[in-house]
Nanobody, 116 residues
Framework: QVQLVESGGGLVQPGGSLRLSCAASGNIFSTYIMGWYRQAPGKTRELVASITRGGSTNYADSVKGRFTISREKAKNTVNLQMNSLKPEDTAVYYC??????????WGQGTQVTVSA
């Protein structure tokens, strides 16, 4: 079992930036892949970005060039730097972790709202 604690999120204007962080504890063997998913009202949960312990990354097309995922292996944390935010990025963002994909461990979620 892995516990995931998220921080960051909030309200930002279009074009602004936010940084999400997630700290993992527990069974680190289940954190080979860590990442972020998001779910907007009325929509299904979707992958935003993921990163393996070796540093391989994967991004949704909608965030490529704007979001950057990084990982601090020593601290077992994963960060998501979000730049040039758009209203359509508004969603609840969930940290995820797993030994493979799809993940089987989830954080509690943090709200990101992009609005003028």
């Amino acid at each position: 079992q892995v516990q995931l604690v998220e921080s960051g999120g909030g309200l930002v204007q279009p074009g602004g930036s936010l940084r999400l962080s997630c700290a993992a504890s527990g069974n680190i063997f289940s954190t080979y892949i860590m990442g972020w998913y998001r779910q907007a009202p009325g929509k299904t949960r979707e992958l935003v970005a993921s990163i393996t312990r070796g540093g391989s990354t994967n991004y949704a097309d909608s965030v490529k060039g704007r979001f950057t995922i990084s990982r601090e292996k020593a601290k077992n944390t994963v960060n998501l730097q979000m730049n040039s935010l758009k209203p359509e990025d508004t969603a609840v963002y969930y940290c995820s972790a797993g030994a493979s994909s799809p993940p089987n461990n989830w954080g509690q979620g943090t709200q990101v709202t992009v609005s003028a």
